[in-house]
């Protein structure tokens, strides 16, 4: 394919649906390919091999998802195992499908065996241990759930569903029915035990 800056498979990206059927299916190799090609959108694939085309965020989002980043990447700094990741990186599942979190952890025992090529090079073939999605004014809060529900079914112990607009949070485990939270979030067990975070950080992203 030819490198592509505002337009994709030839066709102007402002005119793009915002999800795409291709028969063939891609490949994981074409898929990735497809995905380097443009920087404009955000790529996700379902396990029928549906690409959905998510487009930049608004200003208040990417500084929630950078405020949230950074909380979590802090916890982090206080034991330095396993890994975090932000809204940029994609996940092969085991369902096929390829997701986007908003912000990711990936616990030291599901990281050994990878080579340096498994970090470096393409999307890495596992599902993170600790997800957390933020909701966007252009998403469906169904649709988000939805999305939680994947991370589960795919392996994740442990998801946050951050709604900023209602000021509330949607907690998720495997085989659980989701909790929900209006206050400080803390994680007291699981795969980011000790990490607390501060809500009222992640509201005022949305304060003029």
Request: charged share 20%; with cysteine; net charge negative.
């Given at each position: ?126 599902c993170p241990d ?18 939680m529900v994947l ?21 998720y485990q495997p ?34």
């Amino acid at each position: 394919m030819a490198s592509m800056s505002t337009t994709l498979l030839g066709v102007d990206l402002q005119t793009l649906p915002r999800t795409i059927v291709v028969d063939p299916p891609l490949t994981d190799a074409e898929f990735e390919v497809f995905c380097s090609e443009t920087d404009n959108v955000q790529i996700e694939r379902t396990k029928d091999g549906v690409i959905k085309l998510n487009p930049p965020t608004a200003a208040s989002t990417g500084d929630g998802n950078a405020e949230i980043t950074y909380q979590l990447r802090a916890w982090w700094h206080t034991h330095r195992q396993g890994r975090v990741f932000d809204s940029s990186t994609g996940f092969h599942l085991p369902d096929t499908s390829v997701l986007s979190p908003d912000a990711a952890y990936v616990g030291p025992d599901k990281l050994k065996g990878l080579t340096k090529a498994d970090i470096c090079k393409g999307f890495v073939h596992l599902c993170p241990d600790f997800v957390i999605e933020l909701l966007s004014e252009s998403d469906s809060l169904l649709t988000a759930q939805s999305k939680m529900v994947l991370w589960m079914e795919n392996g994740a112990p442990l998801g946050w569903l951050i709604d900023p607009y209602a000021h509330a949070v949607y907690v998720y485990q495997p085989g659980e029915s989701a909790s929900w939270f209006l206050s400080k979030l803390s994680a007291f067990a699981g795969p980011v035990e000790g990490f607390t975070l501060d809500l009222e950080e992640v509201w005022r992203c949305y304060e003029v």
